[in-house]
Every structure is written in structure tokens, then in C-alpha cells.
């Protein structure tokens, strides 16, 4: 889906770059190479050259060219073969080697590569991330100044929302919604976990893909657990929906290369008083939590607040995993919320908040949501109800 240049993102990486001295930024990554020409690669061979001025460079195989073409901001788009009948080697090889050709036709200055990237989203795919190895990156010495890494740049840079960012993060939530009052008017006990994940990501495949003209492709990602079945990161089962107990679906949507990261529960009937004790509790401290998420606040105090809430109602040392961090071209971006770094909140970032509490032997909750950071306090991105009470 073609999208108008986001000049303020570009100037913003190109400001950042000119503070860093480099002079080229090479990106492989699927979801760099979205965030910086809007074009999100099939396969996840291709490669950027972003030049501290001038044009970038797009280097994609030959079977995307025509989509390339038609979504990608950059004019200068170089195809390589995906397949070469007198070259047996992965096309990633081809790619990196028409890039370090056009590098070496240029001035040579400082080139900035994504050494230490240490997660990347997948590619329009989505399921077969590429992996790159170290050759390909030492390739770039022969024909630069200098090679740095420049992921914690692009990291930066990505920590700031653009307003076209914020749109087509809003459009990820706004799929995520649609499919959730699905899952409820439609849940029944009895029904399966797996039954669950179905509907929800069926349904934002099948509405989400043409979306408002706004979206060329939508794909959902789920973990399922009913009642007894809740617990941190454990795969969707064939557990039977409870009508007195929460369904919980932790969730991914993903629009055209742009995530929303959520937690949200189903219920087909009245939760078990203990339920309910625990859904007060627990909306008491996420609504402390999202009262903090304003500028000038710590990630670090954010982390402290939630752990000492939940101790604070019944639950200390919980939870086990990481209760905020930052969304965009991939549904988990820096930076992270932890104690032992006070990294302030700014304006511009948009926050997933998911504290969660598990009990012994199964069962709980979380809640999650996304979070613009205004310059007076947050904005929640999505429009379904915390408090799944809410008919």
C-alpha cells in the first residue's frame, strides 16, 4: 500500500547520522528497511543505502521489482536475481554484493551496518526471518572509511513516532479491536483454545487485508489460554473455554509491516468472585501505571510502580516478564521498562503497559494495552475495554 514519504522520519535518521558521522546507512533487516522506504520485503533478502544526502538506494530481488515499484519512497531501485542459474549461492549474497559494487562507485566515507541488532521482525512473510552471517557485513570494509555499528541509531531514531507511524499503528489497534468484539459476541464455552486463535486472527486477515483502502495485507498472531490454562508464555492448547473463568488471548496484529502488541480477555458468563477480586486489583495498578506513562517520567520508576502494585495486592515477585516496551515496525522495539535503567519517557513514543499476574498451578491475568505519549500525559490506541466486564 502506498504511503506518502515520511520526511520527518527521514530528516529525524539523517540528523542522527550526521551526530554519529556517518555517511551511509546499509540496512538488511525487514523491518528497517519498511521504516526507512515503506517497502517490506517478501523474503528478506534485500538491502537499503540511505545516504546522509541524496536518494536512497533500494537493492531488491527480482521477483518483488513491480511491488518494490509501487510502495517503495525511493526512485532508485536496483534489482538482483533471486535465482541465477550460474550461481548456486543465496541471493542475500547477490544483494550485499550489488550494494558494496554501488558503495565503491561512490566517495568513499563511514557506513553504518546493523551489527548488533539483535531482533528483527519478519519479513511480509511472516514466519521465516533471514539470518545473516558475519561475512556479509565484513564485505563492507573494503570499500568504506570506516564500518560502524549503527543499530543503536536506528533504535533512537525508532523510539520516536512520526505521525504517519502513529496512523498506521492506530490502524493495526483498530483490527485488533474489531476482532476482539468479534471473539466475544461469538465465544462460547466449550470451545476450544485453539478454536479461539482461529477466529481472532481469521477475522483480521479477512477484514484487516484492504482495510479502509488503508492496508494492503493484515496478519494476526495469538496465545490462547482458558482458565486453568493461563500462565506466561506457554502455546495455545486444546483447553476447553470456561463460562465463570477468563479466555485469555495474548495478541499481535500486524498491518502492512506495523504492529500493535495486546493482551485482552473473554468471558461468556460471570467470572468467579476471585476473578473479579483479582480484575479490581489488578486494574487499580495498570491505571497507576498508565497515569505515570507521560514525559519526563522514568521506565525505571514504571517498573517499580507495577512490581510493587502487584505485591501490594497479594502478589510479589510477579511478573516474570517485562512489563513495558515500545511498538512500531517490530511489535517489541526499545526501550524496555527495567529498574536498573532510568531511561526517561518522551514524547512520540508509544508504550505496550502489561502488567500480569499468575497463579500457582494455572489461572490470572493480564492486562496490555498501547500508549501514545502526549506532551500532557498518553493516548490508548485501541478502543477495546480493559475491564472485559464491559458489555
Not at 136 to 157: C, K, M, N, Q, T
Amino acid at each position: 500500500m502506498s504511503w506518502p514519504a515520511d520526511t520527518a522520519k527521514l530528516e529525524r535518521v539523517r540528523e542522527l547520522m550526521a551526530q554519529e558521522g556517518v555517511d551511509m546507512l546499509v540496512v538488511r533487516s525487514p523491518d528497517n528497511i519498511l521504516y526507512l522506504s515503506n517497502y517490506w520485503p517478501m523474503k528478506g533478502y534485500d538491502v537499503l543505502a540511505l545516504p546522509l544526502q541524496g536518494e536512497p538506494t533500494l537493492f531488491v530481488m527480482e521477483p518483488q521489482l513491480e511491488e518494490a515499484r509501487a510502495t517503495a519512497w525511493t526512485q532508485d531501485i536496483r534489482p538482483f536475481p533471486f535465482y541465477d542459474p550460474a550461481d548456486p549461492r543465496p541471493p542475500a549474497v547477490r544483494a550485499q554484493e550489488r550494494c558494496v559494487e554501488f558503495l565503491r562507485e561512490r566517495d568513499r566515507g563511514v557506513v553504518g551496518l546493523e551489527h548488533s541488532q539483535g531482533t528483527q521482525a519478519s519479513d511480509r512473510m511472516v514466519g521465516e526471518p533471514t539470518v545473516f552471517w558475519s561475512g556479509w557485513f565484513d564485505g563492507f570494509g573494503a570499500v568504506a572509511s570506516e564500518v560502524l555499528d549503527a543499530a543503536p541509531l536506528i533504535a533512537r531514531a525508532r523510539m520516536i513516532k512520526t505521525a504517519q507511524e502513529i496512523e498506521r499503528m492506530r490502524l493495526a489497534n483498530e483490527l485488533a479491536a474489531l476482532a476482539m468484539e468479534h471473539v466475544r459476541d461469538n465465544i462460547r464455552p466449550g470451545m476450544r483454545e485453539s478454536e479461539i486463535g482461529a477466529m481472532f486472527e481469521g477475522h483480521v486477515h479477512a477484514i484487516g487485508t484492504g482495510y479502509q483502502g488503508k492496508v494492503a495485507l493484515a496478519r494476526a498472531f495469538t496465545l490462547v489460554w482458558a482458565g486453568p490454562g493461563i500462565a506466561t508464555f506457554t502455546a495455545t492448547g486444546d483447553r476447553p473455554v470456561l463460562a465463570d473463568e477468563p479466555t485469555l488471548l495474548e495478541i499481535w496484529v500486524c498491518a502492512d509491516g506495523y504492529w500493535s502488541d495486546l493482551t485482552k480477555n473473554a468471558c461468556p458468563g460471570k467470572l468467579r468472585p476471585e476473578y473479579e477480586q483479582l480484575l479490581d486489583g489488578l486494574l487499580g495498578v495498570y491505571g497507576a501505571a498508565v497515569d505515570h506513562v507521560r514525559p519526563g517520567a522514568s521506565l525505571a520508576d514504571l517498573d517499580v510502580l507495577i512490581r510493587e502494585g502487584l505485591a501490594s495486592i497479594g502478589y510479589p515477585g510477579q511478573p516474570s516478564h517485562p512489563i513495558c516496551h515500545g511498538i512500531g515496525a517490530r511489535a517489541h522495539e526499545p526501550p524496555f521498562a527495567h529498574r536498573a535503567v532510568p531511561t526517561p519517557i518522551e514524547e512520540g513514543m508509544v508504550r505496550a503497559v502489561e502488567p500480569g499476574v499468575y497463579w500457582p498451578g494455572g489461572g490470572g491475568l493480564r492486562l496490555e494495552d498501547n500508549y501514545l505519549v502526549t506532551a500532557t500525559g498518553s493516548e490508548k490506541l485501541s478502543s477495546y475495554p480493559d475491564d472485559f466486564r464491559t458489555p
